[in-house]
């Protein structure tokens, strides 16, 4: 038994977009507060924020309550401009304090929809979204593609979600927890994915383009299940045979060995073929007869859900000159941000609405790094 994998190894040029990003507050910045007289569910907020966009130097900060939404969120801006968002959960009452932990502010689609959906169309527009959701529980999502969180991302889209909790999400299709499909820049971290479920990508689906990017990092992903366990190529539940006819009448023949071949085509190149044994039960001793065959359990099979081939595939080798340089500036840029730190831990103690232009240029500048290394990362 064989299995084939082709691939195509060439050159991908890919372009880096700048985003503007906000991580302190202005003077022109605007809070919605939820709940609220005015803004009494967080789709009414959302939609006073993305009513106008906010410009380069400002943003809009959705303060959330702890308590549970059941509301199916829709983030759909359509005016040309740039617009910095902070969707932030976790607050007190009177929003004078806060806590990131998701389990505190829950939105819950209440099984009639998506929980939240990130629009943006595929034909380039004068749109840029500059986006960051944190401390919320998505739970309660039911839809046939992104059931807890639905993102279409053009490349003007930048969003981060981190310290969310995707649980319980279901779908018939695609992505339980999340599907992005992504032009932009997407990142999930510091999260927990569990108990989601879909035909494929129960935790995640994800599909990145040619100018797009994602980052996928410290998250916990637990019980995420295919609706479908025969999806799995490799174990098909009870279908999955070791035994094959031989041509002895009332015979069998017992699976010994499996090899996957890989023919790689490189761009000018001869094609290679490349071949690993996947499972050995006689050994190669016995296979070159200077050996006893092992004895081979046919009550237990080849191939559990429990064991994996990874594949590790790169398009070519690295350029040690190249990356000399970017490990002296990630030093440099590590340097500036240690001697930041003790500055902005006093300053991340005050409340945001006294903060000074100082604290302000403290925390922008500490940003402006962080999103550097990260980059150069």
């Not at 300053?347 to 290394?373: F, G, H, L, Y």
Request: hydrophobic share 35%; glycine share 8%; charged share 20%.
């Amino acid at each position: 038994m064989r299995g084939k994998i082709r691939v195509w190894m060439g050159m991908f040029v890919s372009f880096l977009m700048v985003f503007a990003y906000v991580g302190a507050a202005s003077s022109a910045d605007i809070y919605y507060d939820v709940p609220s007289e005015a803004y009494p569910t967080i789709q009414s907020a959302i939609d006073a924020a993305i009513s106008s966009p906010t410009g380069v130097d400002n943003a809009a900060y959705i303060r959330v309550a702890q308590g549970t939404y059941q509301e199916n969120l829709t983030i759909d801006p359509d005016l040309d401009g740039i617009y910095n968002i902070f969707l932030q959960g976790g607050y007190s009452s009177d929003f004078t304090s806060r806590t990131v932990d998701p389990s505190n502010t829950v939105i819950d689609g209440g099984n009639s929809g998506r929980a939240m959906f990130i629009n943006s169309p595929y034909e380039e527009n004068g749109v840029q979204l500059s986006m960051r959701i944190e401390g919320f529980t998505i739970t309660g999502g039911n839809d046939s593609f992104g059931s807890g969180v639905r993102v279409k991302a053009q490349h003007r889209y930048t969003i981060v979600f981190d310290h969310m909790m995707f649980e319980n999400n279901e779908g018939s299709s695609l992505g339980g927890g999340l599907w992005i499909s992504c032009y932009g820049e997407i990142t999930v971290q510091n999260s927990t994915i569990k108990e989601n479920k879909s035909q494929f990508g129960a935790g995640i689906k994800m599909e990145v383009y040619s100018q797009g990017y994602a980052k996928v990092a410290n998250n916990i992903f637990e019980n995420n299940n295919d609706n479908d366990p025969s999806n799995n190529h490799i174990i098909q539940g009870k279908s999955y045979q070791e035994f094959f006819s031989s041509l002895i009448p009332m015979a069998n023949s017992t699976l010994t060995k499996l090899t996957l071949e890989m023919e790689v085509d490189d761009p000018g190149k001869e094609p290679e073929v490349r071949s690993r044994d996947l499972l050995d039960r006689v050994g190669y001793a016995a296979r070159h007869g200077t050996a006893k065959p092992k004895p081979v359990d046919t009550q237990k099979p080849a191939i559990t859900e429990f064991e994996q081939t990874t594949l590790f595939i790169t398009p070519g080798l690295i350029s040690w000159g190249g990356v000399e340089p970017l490990q002296e500036a990630l030093r440099n840029l590590s340097e500036q941000a240690n001697v930041l730190a003790s500055k902005v831990d006093a300053v991340m103690e005050k409340d945001p609405a006294q903060w000074t232009a100082e604290d302000k240029n403290i925390v922008k500048e500490r940003t402006n790094i962080s999103c550097s290394i990260e980059r150069l990362g």
